[in-house]
Structure formats: C-alpha cells, structure tokens
C-alpha cells in the first residue's frame, strides 16, 4: 500500500471517529498570510519553531514593542513616558537592524 493510502485511511478514520470535529476556528478560513510572507528560505525552520511553541528573534521583539506601545498609550507620568519612549526607540531601532542584516545575507 502506498504511503498516500496510508494517510488516507488514517485520515477517514479520524474524521469518523469525530477527531477534528471540535477544532479551534473550525469553520474559519486559514490564514496563510504570515507563512507567505515569510521568506522562502526560511519557512521552514519559522514553521518548525511555530509548531514546538518557540518565536523567532523577530517575532520577540515585535511582541515587546506592541506590548511597549500598549505601556505608552495607558502611561501619564512624563518621566515614566520619557523612558518608556527611550525603550520603544531601542527595540525599535533593534528590530530594523535586524531585517537589514536579514536583507544583506540574503542578497550575499
């Protein structure tokens, strides 16, 4: 039997049994844009880190500049914006640094 039969019927027998009747966003389109936006080469690896529950270096830092943002926009203290503001700037720049160094070894 070839290997597609083979996960063919595993596949019918979950579905009989019921196994992906109570799936999260059944019913939903998938939402393919993040795997299509990520670059070719590196979809993989970024799928592989998804799947185990690991964000890449970028995602992190995107995550605490959303969440540095948020800080601001509930912060009304002018020394607490200030800083705030300083560290927003450093991620930031950090994050832009990164996709350039991203860019220069793709095209080297």
């Known amino acids: 039997m070839s290997f597609e039969k ?10 009989e049994r019921g196994d992906f009747d109570n799936l999260k966003g059944k019913g939903q389109p998938i939402d393919l844009n993040a795997y299509f ?5 590196m979809r993989l690896a ?14 992190e830092l995107l995550q605490e500049i959303s969440a540095l943002k948020e800080r601001l926009a509930s912060t009304y203290e002018e020394a607490q914006r200030s800083h705030v503001k300083k560290l927003l700037r450093d991620k930031e720049l950090q994050f832009n640094l990164m996709l350039e160094r991203q860019k220069k070894h793709r095209k080297g």
Not at 37 to 41: L, Q
Not at 46 to 59: D, F
Request: hydrophobic share 40%.
């Open 37 to 41: 936006e990520t670059p070719e080469d």
């Open 6 to 15: 083979i996960v063919e019927a595993l596949i019918k027998e979950a579905q």
């Open 46 to 59: 970024y799928s592989a880190l998804k799947n185990a529950g690991i964000v890449s270096p970028e995602v």
